[in-house]
T-cell receptor, first 116, second 115 residues
Framework: SAVISQKPSRDICQRGTSLTIQCQVD?????MFWYRQQPGQSLTLIAT?????????ESGFVIDKFPISRPNLTFSTLTVSNMSPEDSSIYLC?????????????FGAGTRLSVL | QQQVKQSPQSLIVQKGGISIINCAYE??????FPWYQQFPGKGPALLIA?????SEKKEGRFTISFNKSAKQFSLHIMDSQPGDSATYFC??????????????FGQGTRLTINP
C-alpha cells in the first residue's frame, strides 16, 4: 500500500490569493493524480501529474488556474491560483501503488479549501 | 460517454439488512470497476473492484455483481452494520499495465445504517 500525506489539511483563503497544496508519498510511484471534490459531490479528475514534464489536464481545467509540479516520484504540488468562492472544494491527491499483483489507486485525506 | 451514473443518491437500511447500490456506464472501453468507501473527513478508500471477465466478486460481506451486456454493476453489502455508514462511490477506468488510471466516479451514495 501507499501512504499519502497532504498539506495543509484545511485552509481558509481570501478571494484573489493562491494556495499551494503538497502531496508526499512514502514510496516511489509512477502515476499521480489530482482530483477535486466539491461539497457533497463526486470526485472529478483535474490532471495527471507527470514526473519531469508538464501535467496532463482534463477538459475544463487549465494550467494557469491549477499549476502542478512533480519534481520526483514521491512528491507533487497543486496550486489553486487567483481563488474565488467557486474554488471551495476538497482537493485530493491520489497515486497508483502495487499490492501483490494488483495495481490500486490510493487517495490522500484531502485538503479542505474554503474561499471567502 | 465518460459518465458513470450511480443510484440511489441516499439510502437508509436497517442493521442486518442488505444495502444495494447500482451503477451504469456507457463507455465499453472501461475494463476496471472499483468501489470506494469514504468516511467524513477522509479520502476515499478502495473497498472492492471487479474486471469484466467475471460476473461476481465477493469479499466478506461485500459483493460486486457485474452485467457486461447491460453495462451495469452493483454493490451489495450483506448484514449491514452501523459502521458501514459512509458515502460509497462507484468508478470506472480503462486499466492498463501501469494500473488503474483516470478514474471516472459516480455521483456517490450516502448510506446510513440504522441500529
Amino acid at each position: 500500500s501507499a501512504v499519502i500525506s497532504q498539506k495543509p489539511s484545511r485552509d481558509i483563503c481570501q478571494r484573489g490569493t493562491s494556495l499551494t497544496i503538497q502531496c508526499q508519498v512514502d514510496s516511489q510511484v509512477t502515476m499521480m493524480f489530482w482530483y477535486r471534490q466539491q461539497p457533497g459531490q463526486s470526485l472529478t479528475l483535474i490532471a495527471t501529474a507527470n514526473q519531469g514534464s508538464e501535467a496532463t489536464y482534463e477538459s475544463g481545467f487549465v494550467i494557469d488556474k491549477f499549476p502542478i509540479s512533480r519534481p520526483n516520484l514521491t512528491f507533487s504540488t497543486l496550486t489553486v491560483s487567483n481563488m474565488s468562492p467557486e474554488d471551495s472544494s476538497i482537493y485530493l491527491c491520489s497515486v497508483v501503488g502495487s499490492t501483490g499483483a494488483k495495481n490500486i489507486q490510493y487517495f490522500g485525506a484531502g485538503t479542505r479549501l474554503s474561499v471567502l | 460517454q465518460q459518465q458513470v451514473k450511480q443510484s440511489p443518491q441516499s439510502l437508509i437500511v436497517q442493521k442486518g439488512g442488505i444495502s444495494i447500490i447500482n451503477c451504469a456506464y456507457e463507455n465499453t472501453a472501461f475494463d476496471y470497476f472499483p468501489w470506494y468507501q469514504q468516511f467524513p473527513g477522509k479520502g476515499p478508500a478502495l473497498l472492492i473492484a471487479i474486471r469484466p471477465d467475471v460476473s461476481e466478486k465477493k469479499e466478506g460481506r461485500f459483493t460486486i455483481s457485474f452485467n457486461k451486456s447491460a453495462k451495469q454493476f452493483s454493490l451489495h453489502i450483506m448484514d449491514s452494520q452501523p459502521g458501514d455508514s459512509a458515502t460509497y462511490f462507484c468508478a470506472a477506468s480503462t486499466d492498463s499495465i501501469q494500473g488503474a488510471q483516470k478514474l471516472v466516479f459516480g455521483q456517490g451514495t450516502r448510506l446510513t445504517i440504522n441500529p
